[in-house]
C-alpha cells in the first residue's frame, strides 16, 4: 500500500512489519508447550493394573480416590481429604441434586480391600447406584493361563 503525501512524486512505504509479532508468537507458544505439562496436578495414587478395555470417562463423571494414607479425595479438588467419618455426609449432600447417581473410584493398590470396600458401601448408602473402578491398563498382554 502506497501512501501519498502532499508533494508530488513522493511516496511513502506503509506496510506493516509482521516479522517481530511472528517472532512473539513463537517465544509464547514454546514457553506454554514447555509450560502446561508442569501446570497439572494431581493425587500421588499408585493404580492397580489390569488387563481390560478402558472405560471412556467424561468431564461429568464424579471420582472418589483414595490414596494410600486412606485418605479420601472427591471430585477434582485436591486441597479438601477426607477421613471414612466424614465422607459419607458430603458424598450424601453431592448426590442429592445429581441426576446421574454414579461415581467412580480410585483406589491406590497398596490400600486394603476392606477399607476400600467400606468406602463403596458409603457411597451406596449416601444414595449412589452405581459404582466404578479405576484401574492403569496393564503395559503386557495378557497370558493365557
Known sequence: M????????KTEL??????????????LLIIFMVAAPMLQQGIDIDLPEVSAQAVKATNEDFVVSISGDRKIYLGDNKKDAYTIDTVGDKIKAIFETKEKKELYLRADKNIEYGFVME??????????????????????????R
Open 119 to 144: 468406602v463403596m458401601g458409603i457411597c451406596q448408602s449416601a444414595g449412589v447406584e452405581r459404582v466404578g473402578m479405576i484401574t492403569t491398563p496393564n503395559e503386557e498382554k495378557p497370558s493365557n
Open 14 to 27: 506503509a506496510e506493516i512489519n509482521i516479522i517481530p509479532l511472528v517472532d512473539i508468537m513463537l517465544v
Open 2 to 9: 502506497k501512501v501519498k503525501h502532499h508533494e508530488q512524486g
